[in-house]
């Protein structure tokens, strides 16, 4: 377990030093000069010169990056360009919209995956299991931002329950907060629960038909007993698994669902930057998003070991 | 009948198409499939109307018997603008599932056949681009390269080369040790013969079912990007960025969310149903298990 451990810890680092590097490299080939930018096409070649200087971009290309990323693990994120605030201020503004927005769409989808793929998987081959298929398969075709749509055609336009869009911040109430979250939240979850319900099923399937299964089933357990206390503790390693590569998922879901509801998140942060042309923050933001995916993967394929001896038996 | 004869194992293309016939989701998927392909392939010669033209007389007509889907706020027709958007939708994924079998399956078998640092920079890879949400790597190549359709495939793109390098990794590692793999060897074929020979027609019938997933899931992709700005430009209708328009409209047109929303849902439930029926078909393993 230790040489485990410590050789998808070094992957780990491998991973994000890599990550950073491409990102980096990335937002160097990017058109535009900062210093251009913020001081307009009326600066003068002196003042221009002077900026570049003061923002460190006469430094050469390692100097920079090493910079960046050594201002990162201290938690300096570096100044927007165009608010003119620390980019940390802004990231942590945002997260408080989107982290909740991802959570509560991640518990949404386990709370009604979970039980449909059992109940599916205990009615295998009849027709509430045909069914349930059926809605999954639904569920995976609908593009997300579309049921947004209609939802706030249904629930804010005609039944005026919920705001159709904006964001009234956490200061003006948890509940008004929640919900004006939760169509966004519904709307993020429903692909996440339809693939989560077959991987359920699938697993629990799959579970019911090992030996231990039937061993069980001849010592006299009932079907349902069965069900619950041997097939569903070892179906749930790999919907754990999953649920881990979604929350990465909702994560990135969340910058397309913030442009339907206007929702002041991290996906609206960085479209704004792209289009001010503000890169420092558009770097720095996509770095946590992409560090947090390579983290949770990290923290799943740890809990998968520890639950599965023999996986890392395997690897060392 | 003669005992002695050898059994014939091998099934002939009639009795394929016979058990392809018997399964529903193919048979459904495939339907689908082929009416959207003829409905994109149509509207290269005909459409009902020109979607190029702009009627304001027309603007915002319900669905009707002139115009089955309605028109939008500039007097296009909708059915015909579905039409058109169903042929940027097939040509984004199907040029992206390309770039991710062109290059992710190469790799992939590279992997198996050398093993060593070749698989260990691999594997280094795919965690890299994995760590990158597709949506996300799509709008950081966007933002340097500007929207547009081209900009959409490269970045569904690169997001499927990794998808393709592990499922043909993974398929091509199962089959080395196979005897006829080890002949293959012993006859002094050498590493890339061998995967070329033996081991790609064997991983086909599992890559072709990836292909239809990875092209389900490109066809939301593209309709994502698209809404959001960074896929196919105006005037080319998409159906994204048909969504994208309708938005604001959404209180008194709803018609022009509802076709664009089903068109893209039907075409991703084709393409998964199809993939669904293929994998029954082509690996009859998977079949007992489901």
């Known amino acids: ?316 | 009948m003669n005992i002695d004869a050898p059994h014939e194992e091998r099934e002939t293309w009639r009795d394929f198409i016979a058990k392809a016939l018997r399964n529903r989701s193919f048979v459904i998927g495939m339907v689908i499939t082929i009416t959207i392909v003829a409905m994109a392939l149509l509207s290269f010669v005909w459409t009902p109307y020109d979607v190029t033209k702009l009627e304001i007389v027309n603007r915002l007509k319900k669905p009707g018997t002139t115009f089955i889907f309605g028109t939008d706020h500039f007097g296009r027709d909708m059915f015909s603008m579905i039409m058109v958007g169903a042929r940027n939708s097939i040509a984004v994924a199907f040029v992206a599932v390309g770039i991710g079998l062109v290059i992710g399956v190469p790799l992939g078998t590279l992997a198996a056949a050398k093993k060593g640092w070749l698989e260990e920079i691999l594997m280094r890879f795919n965690d890299l681009v994995f760590a990158f949400p597709a949506l996300l790597s799509a709008v950081m190549i966007t933002a340097i390269f500007g929207p547009g359709a081209i900009n959409a495939i490269i970045a569904i793109g690169i997001f499927n080369i990794p998808v393709f390098a592990r499922i043909s990794r993974s398929a091509a590692m199962a089959l080395w040790p196979r005897e006829y793999v080890m002949a293959a060897r012993v006859a002094g074929k050498s590493a890339t013969r061998i995967t070329i020979e033996h081991i790609l027609p064997n991983i086909a019938n599992l890559l072709i079912v990836q292909a239809t997933i990875q092209f389900s899931l490109g066809i939301l992709a593209e309709a994502g990007l698209s809404y959001v700005g960074l896929g196919t430009q105006p005037p080319m209708p998409s159906w994204g960025r048909m969504l994208f328009e309708a938005q604001t409209m959404m209180s008194f047109a709803p018609h022009m969310a509802l076709f664009p929303g089903i068109a893209i849902i039907i075409t991703v439930l084709g393409l998964n149903l199809l993939g669904d029926g293929l994998r029954d078909l082509l690996d009859p393993k998977l079949r007992r298990e489901r």
């Open chain 1, 1 to 316: 377990m230790t040489y485990f451990l410590i050789r998808r810890f070094t992957s780990l680092l491998i991973t994000l030093a890599l990550a950073t590097v491409v990102i980096f490299a990335v937002m160097e080939i990017v058109p535009g000069d900062p210093a251009q930018i913020i001081l307009g096409i009326g600066a003068t070649d002196e003042t221009l010169a002077a900026l570049r200087q003061q923002m460190g971009l006469d430094q050469p290309l390692i100097t920079r990056y090493l910079q960046w990323v050594s201002g990162m693990l201290i938690g300096d994120f570096g100044t927007s360009y165009t608010y003119a605030v620390p980019v940390w201020e802004l990231i942590a503004e945002r997260t408080i919209v989107s982290l909740p927005l991802a959570l509560i769409a991640l518990a949404l989808s386990t709370i009604i995956a979970i039980p449909t793929g059992i109940f599916a998987a205990s009615w295998r081959g009849k027709a509430p299991d045909t069914g349930i298929m059926g809605l999954t398969q639904m569920g995976i075709a609908i593009p997300n931002f579309w049921f947004a749509m209609l939802m706030v055609y249904v629930f804010a336009v005609m039944f005026q329950l919920v705001p159709a869009g904006g964001f009234p911040g956490w200061q003006a109430g948890i509940f008004v907060a929640l919900k004006s979250l939760i169509l966004p939240a519904i709307a993020l979850a429903l692909p996440q629960a339809a693939i989560l319900a077959r991987v359920t099923r699938s697993a629990l399937l799959e579970s019911l038909g090992e030996d231990y299964i039937r061993t069980a089933r001849a010592k006299g357990l009932t079907r349902s007993m069965v069900l619950w206390r041997h097939a569903l503790r070892n179906a749930l390693i790999p919907v754990l698994t999953i649920m881990g590569l979604q929350f990465a998922f909702l994560l990135a879901g969340t910058i397309i669902i913030e442009n339907v509801f206007y929702l002041p998140g991290l996906g609206r942060l960085i479209f704004q930057a792209i289009t001010q042309r503000d890169l420092i923050v558009v770097q720095s933001t996509v770095v946590l998003l992409v560090a947090t995916v390579i983290l949770i993967n990290f923290l799943v394929d740890i809990a998968y070991a520890w639950v599965d001896p023999r996986l890392h038996a395997e690897r060392s």
